[in-house]
């Protein structure tokens, strides 16, 4: 019996030293699965159920192991005189005891314990605190140059239009020579079919406060006008242009404008121009180059269309456009936004002014429908916004006078009609009708007859005394006038 226990013993011994075929045929199944020798470690001692467990666990069975073996031997009275079962019988209390340790010390230690190691660690620490606050100490002065070095990190929130583009102090000769404008991301008016319902923050200006001179106020005007100009490009940069529409009816517009017809290509600067006009000058610019083509169809068709923009999106109803140079540049806490707006109100007062003279040229065409429809224009839009009233009435009351018998009627009933609208005007047309064709002395009969049809059509009530009054004076002026050339 001894000498069987014997032998297995050197047989097993034999299989520890040297790896047998099976480990080798294990390590090829582990590699040819992607595996390495971590998976090997970990599959090692399947047979024996000792895988995947931690060495202090191993060494606790093995010694439980050896313990249980030594009773059993002794118990079956087997002589144990062999060395390998005298190494077994000595080494079964010891390794039972360092089994019990390890037990122990995996089990959670008592709250004293605990609290005594917890003792010896902060003296270890308090002796190494001197130290760590000597280089706390050296720290901060790094600290604190580093953060003077860098700069302060941007917030996230939108930034204030005076902190985006600082007013300069216009201690420049011109707007080439001041500091150049920052390329920033956010449009500062947001886009609206009307600009004048736009709402801006509200400016008092001094009593004290100096007129600007001219050479300030137009670099205020160059400074808005490259305000007004970024707008537009970060508008068409940032794909807000077009922006109700759908893709497909942009691309159809792109075509439109590309490759349309005379009529699509108005119709659709139109469209572009009503979403937003603040932020589509190029295209309200391209309208206003139409509009002084000197092809008639082409001009007529763009006047007809600018004329309808103007009295839909572009004019207040409430009050005449003004000059930049007449807002309240001088006021403290003006934006960007007030000098986008103003520059943008300059340049339409302007664009205005050249449409009427485009008209104004149209009314002494030669085809008598071109000639028809300015004077409509003019009385639409005297009638409706109170821009270059006026120029618009002189322009009016001229029609009276007209070669064509056709258009002198319509004038002449046009007036009446912007008198039905607006019955505070009539003191002003009898003024204006008396300057322009009674006190001429080369106004012709035809414009004579029309005149005095056109005044006693006029409706008066108890508050016009002093229109009935002027027209009284009208009619003896007239009077006279007939029986001096008689």
């Known amino acids: 019996m001894a000498s069987r226990a014997r032998a297995a013993a050197r047989g097993n011994r034999k299989q520890k030293a040297a790896p047998g075929d099976d480990g080798k045929e294990l390590w090829e199944e582990i590699q040819k699965l992607g595996g390495d020798k971590a998976d090997l470690e970990l599959l090692r001692g399947v047979?024996?159920?000792?895988?995947?467990?931690?060495?202090?666990?191993?060494?606790?069975?093995?010694?439980?192991?050896?313990?249980?073996?030594?009773?059993?031997?002794?118990?079956?009275?087997?002589a144990t005189s062999a060395p390998e079962f005298a190494d077994i019988v000595k080494q079964a209390p010891e390794k039972k005891a360092k089994a019990k340790a390890d037990?122990?010390?995996?089990?959670?230690?008592?709250?004293?314990?605990?609290?005594?190691?917890?003792?010896?660690?902060?003296?270890?620490?308090?002796?190494?605190?001197?130290?760590?606050?000597?280089?706390a100490k050296d720290a901060e002065p790094k600290a604190?140059?580093?953060?003077?070095?860098?700069?302060?990190?941007?917030?996230?929130?939108?930034?204030?239009?005076?902190?985006?583009?600082?007013?300069?102090?216009?201690?420049?000769?011109?707007?080439?020579?001041?500091?150049?404008?920052?390329?920033?991301?956010?449009?500062?008016?947001?886009?609206?079919?009307?600009?004048?319902?736009?709402?801006?923050?509200?400016?008092?200006?001094?009593?004290?406060?100096?007129?600007?001179?001219?050479?300030?106020?137009?670099?205020?005007?160059?400074?808005?006008?490259?305000?007004?100009?970024?707008?537009n490009e970060l508008y068409e940069q940032g794909g807000l242009q077009q922006r109700s529409l759908s893709t497909a009816d942009r691309s159809f517009v792109s075509n439109i404008l590309s490759s349309g017809t005379l009529t699509d290509r108005v119709s659709a600067l139109t469209l572009i121009v009503q979403e937003s006009p603040v932020h589509n000058l190029r295209s309200l610019r391209q309208l206003m180059q139409m509009?002084?083509?000197?092809?008639?169809?082409?001009?007529?068709?763009?006047?007809?269309?600018?004329?309808?923009?103007?009295?839909?999106n572009l004019l207040p109803a409430d009050r005449k456009l003004k000059h930049f140079v007449d807002q309240p540049i001088a006021a403290a806490g003006v934006t960007n936004a007030h000098w986008i707006l103003w520059a943008f109100e300059d340049k339409l007062k302007r664009h205005y002014f050249d449409l009427i003279q485009v008209m104004e040229a149209m009314s002494y065409d030669p085809v008598l429908h071109t000639r028809q429809n300015m004077v409509a224009f003019f009385e639409d839009l005297l009638e409706k916004k109170p821009e270059q009233e006026q120029n618009l009435l002189r322009l009016l009351v001229n029609k009276l006078g007209d070669k064509e018998r056709q258009l002198a009627a319509k004038a002449s009933?046009?007036?009446?009609?912007?008198?039905?609208?607006?019955?505070?005007?009539?003191?002003?047309?009898?003024?204006?009708?008396?300057?322009l064709l009674l006190t001429r002395s080369s106004t012709k009969e035809r414009a004579q007859y029309y005149t005095m049809i056109t005044l006693n059509q006029v409706v008066l009530s108890s508050k016009d005394a002093a229109t009935a009054n002027l027209l009284l004076d009208v009619y003896f002026t007239f009077f006279k006038k007939l029986l001096g050339a008689t």
């Open 47 to 78: 047979d024996d159920g000792t895988a995947g467990k931690p060495a202090k666990a191993a060494a606790a069975s093995d010694a439980s192991l050896h313990g249980d073996l030594a009773d059993l031997v002794k118990s079956l009275g087997l």
């Open 103 to 135: 037990e122990k010390a995996a089990k959670p230690q008592p709250a004293a314990d605990v609290a005594g190691n917890d003792a010896g660690n902060a003296k270890a620490k308090a002796k190494d605190k001197p130290t760590k606050e000597l280089k």
């Open 144 to 231: 604190k140059g580093r953060q003077a070095r860098e700069p302060k990190a941007k917030g996230k929130g939108p930034v204030p239009d005076d902190e985006a583009e600082p007013t300069p102090g216009f201690k420049i000769k011109s707007a080439k020579d001041a500091k150049p404008l920052g390329k920033g991301g956010r449009l500062v008016v947001r886009p609206a079919p009307q600009w004048f319902s736009i709402e801006l923050d509200a400016l008092t200006v001094g009593e004290d406060a100096a007129k600007p001179s001219e050479e300030e106020a137009l670099q205020k005007l160059q400074f808005a006008e490259q305000l007004l100009e970024r707008e």
């Open 291 to 312: 509009v002084q083509k000197k092809n008639r169809r082409e001009a007529l068709l763009a006047v007809g269309c600018v004329k309808d923009l103007m009295l839909l």
């Open 413 to 435: 009933y046009l007036i009446l009609r912007l008198l039905n609208a607006h019955p505070n005007m009539k003191h002003i047309v009898v003024r204006t009708i008396q300057e």
